[in-house]
């Protein structure tokens, strides 16, 4: 009894934790959903129409306030909680029965199995109804950004379809009156419908009034205009065509979307990094086969060297000058990117083996143990773990 007593009260413990985990992980996945869902719809709409505005992005109040949302009637974290708790009870019925029959661990060990994957199912089915949620909710500030007055509900049509999403297909609302659950996905659990925007006349779109960015060809993906997104000098965003961000005659380049975030350390302090004679520095993060450019709301690009040299051949700063990567670990292993640039690009690059650390004088120490690298911060004597390689073209370092 004691043994089982020791059981209910871990049970109730994992599943516990179990729900901050599922909480926390959702919050972030939604939130970075919303963001995902608010960009796409603007897409979609500026490239239809062939008006690239700039508008705002969405702000996180106004993710939170639809995350906080209790528009089935309960919150989201607590239906986690409820999925939990029935699981934890189920958990502890089948370990006392279990125990009271005289059932093999084996025997157990299977029902536990059974009972887990039940709980997975009503996990999946949670975050798939809410992620329903929270996309059209996106969808619906992009509509308001953009002054759609009305949208069309849609329906995915197959024999799985559900007979009222089938009878809204098609059907349209005005944007003022959604309601999830009654003319807005989700209609039910598991619900795979989403809406659609009613587009306003040609003459109506008031281009006069908006500052347009530049053209999206029909070859750019949502992606691409995501990359190419920049901020405007009232804080709102537009795309440009340009990928590359260039510092003046500092002779630095960042590469960026257009929309790196100037608060991160290694932007911050990139201009004061002194440069070295005859090579031309490109400031970003990055790993031993890649380079990667983090956004204001957690975005994450990543560039291969084909793409990173492409940006870079086309820079003004570049003019075929040496190169040295002030990119974490890009020196790193064998065929390392600072390799593929450099075969590219056919000139020499220099790229460290270990993470770059770059204070406010703009000045770099190799570590990839943050214990010496924070020593080294503070002012203390220490030495580096890591080097710069320099990589030769077509050939070894």
Request: hydrophobic residues 35%.
């Amino acid at each position: 009894m004691n043994r089982l007593k020791e059981l209910d009260e871990k049970t109730s413990e994992l599943c516990g934790r179990l729900y901050n985990a599922e909480v926390k992980t959702g919050h972030s996945f939604f939130s970075a959903e919303i963001d995902k869902a608010y960009k796409q719809i603007v897409f979609d709409v500026q490239k239809g129409t062939g008006v690239s505005a700039a508008f705002d992005i969405i702000p996180q109040s106004r993710i939170d306030k639809i995350l906080n949302t209790e528009w089935s009637g309960e919150h989201f974290s607590k239906r986690v909680w409820g999925n939990t708790q029935t699981l934890a009870d189920g958990l502890k019925n089948d370990m006392l029965v279990g125990i009271m029959s005289g059932k093999s661990e084996q025997r157990m060990a299977e029902d536990i199995m059974n009972r887990c994957a039940v709980g997975a199912f009503e996990a999946r089915r949670l975050v798939r109804t809410e992620t329903t949620y929270i996309s059209n909710q996106a969808e619906l500030e992009g509509y308001k950004e953009l002054d759609i007055e009305k949208y069309e509900f849609s329906a995915c049509l197959d024999n799985r379809t559900s007979e009222i999403c089938n009878d809204l297909d098609g059907k349209v609302f005005d944007v003022k009156d959604a309601v999830p659950g009654k003319n807005l996905p989700p209609m039910h659990p598991f619900c795979r419908s989403t809406t659609l925007p009613v587009l306003p006349s040609e003459e109506d779109l008031d281009r006069e009034l908006a500052e347009l960015g530049d053209e999206i060809g029909a070859d750019v993906d949502f992606d691409e205009w995501v990359k190419g997104l920049q901020k405007t000098e009232d804080g709102r965003v537009v795309y440009r065509a340009a990928s590359v961000d260039k510092s003046g005659e500092s002779g630095i380049i960042k590469l960026s979307s257009k929309f790196v975030n100037p608060n991160e350390k290694l932007y911050r302090y990139a201009d004061s990094i002194k440069p070295i004679d005859g090579f031309c520095d490109i400031v970003c993060h990055g790993s031993p086969k890649e380079l990667i450019i983090n956004g204001f709301n957690d975005e994450e690009w990543t560039y291969s060297a084909k793409q990173a040299a492409e940006m870079i051949r086309n820079s003004s700063e570049f003019n075929g000058k040496k190169i040295r990567l002030i990119s974490c670990q890009t020196g790193a292993g064998d065929n390392c990117i600072a390799q593929q640039i450099a075969d590219e690009l056919g000139v020499e690059v220099m790229a460290p083996t270990e993470i770059v650390n770059v204070n406010s004088d703009g000045e770099m120490f190799l570590s990839d143990n943050k214990f010496i690298a924070d020593m080294w911060n503070n002012g203390e004597a220490v030495s580096e773990t890591g080097k710069w390689l320099v990589f030769k073209p077509k050939g070894g370092s």
